[in-house]
């Protein structure tokens, strides 16, 4: 099932900039599972929203590849417990481009 997350965290948006430059240098932009990523500065931190294949493929990546780069990044100071994350089920998602359609 279609599986989507966003997650607000406080801490500048530079922490996202390298984070993101990080993980494309790592896994490139093919995500196993991943439909959409978006991110925007959100004025006291940022906020990411992603669209994933299922949430047990979102938590797969979070614990094997996010959670090892965040905690390299930050020098073991950040993790999840800094962020709020909220789950939504996904009822409709076209990204023409990618040929998706859900």
């Not at 922490?15 to 990523?37: K, P």
């Not at 500065?41 to 959670?67: H, K, M, P």
């Amino acid at each position: 099932m279609t599986w989507g997350v966003t997650v607000d965290v406080a801490a500048p948006v530079e922490l996202y900039d390298a984070l993101h430059a990080a993980l494309l240098e790592r896994t490139g932009a093919a995500v196993d599972g991943l439909l959409v990523h978006l991110a925007r500065d959100t004025g006291g931190g940022f906020q990411v929203i992603e669209v994933w294949e299922s949430q047990a493929v979102y938590e797969r990546y979070v614990d094997d590849v996010l959670a090892p780069v965040l905690s390299e990044l930050s020098g073991g100071r950040a993790s999840r417990e800094d962020q709020t994350e909220r789950s939504f089920d996904v009822r409709g998602l076209v990204v023409p481009g990618a040929g998706i359609a859900v």
